[in-house]
């Protein structure tokens, strides 16, 4: 009996494993307060489309941090076989939740840690799995690119992740961490199967129809 549930991807031997881990605790500041988990997409919350992305696409585990609105994400959203945890200083902006994020994956054995973001539906498995296929050892640094210019998913070797958590700050996420390594960033174009918009304001919310 496999110790896997149905929704993990099938684990080949000798393939590393690459946890995907999903930002979702905005608290929709310019959307009045509406937490981003929570926003309604093809009848679910918006976050069990980002968990499924992930898992489509070849990660596993997958980790969640919840950070506004947590208990009513927990109760709303099914979020069955990932890892949810709790940012309490969430409000401080994305680098408080990679922190966290990162610090729940260390122990997992995971090769990297694949960063996705929970307002931007219109990046599908497709993209995410290209940047998967980049990963070549636990110094990888990998991001989708949109025309050239760096966006989301990025995936991050396991051997950088405490120096991606020693300088996340603020609204920064990893962005010192990948100015530093920039000449080892490896790009991977994505812009012919996903667009990499955000879920910010309200107009934004037609985008979710």
């Known amino acids: 009996m496999s110790s ?10 000798g393939s590393p494993v690459i946890a995907g881990l999903l930002l979702a605790a905005g608290g929709g500041r310019r959307l009045g307060g509406r937490p981003k988990a929570l926003l309604p997409y093809r009848g679910r919350p918006l976050v069990e489309n980002a968990v499924r992305v992930l898992r489509e696409a070849g990660c596993g585990p997958v980790h969640v941090v919840l950070g506004a609105s947590a208990a009513e994400v927990r109760e709303r959203a099914d979020l069955t076989g990932c890892v949810v945890v709790d940012n ?3 409000a401080r902006g994305m ?3 990679l922190r966290v994020g990162l610090t729940s994956l260390a122990g997992t054995g995971a090769g990297a840690a694949l960063v996705s973001l929970v307002d931007q539906p219109g990046i599908g498995p497709t993209a995410v799995a290209r940047v998967l296929a980049a990963y070549r ?3 990888s640094l990998v991001a989708a690119a949109y025309d050239g210019e760096r966006g989301h998913p990025v995936l991050f070797g396991a051997d950088r992740w405490a ?6 700050t603020g609204d920064q996420g990893a962005r010192v961490h990948l100015a530093r390594h920039a000449g080892e960033l490896v790009l991977v174009e994505c ?3 996903a667009e990499a918009f955000d879920i910010d304001t309200p107009p934004d919310l037609a985008r979710l129809l």
């Open 4 to 13: 896997h549930t149905h929704s993990d991807p099938p684990v080949i031997p």
């Open 88 to 90: 309490p200083d969430w």
């Open 95 to 97: 680098g408080s939740s």
């Open 137 to 139: 050892s636990p110094t």
């Open 163 to 168: 120096d991606i958590a020693a300088t996340a």
């Open 191 to 193: 812009s012919d199967v």
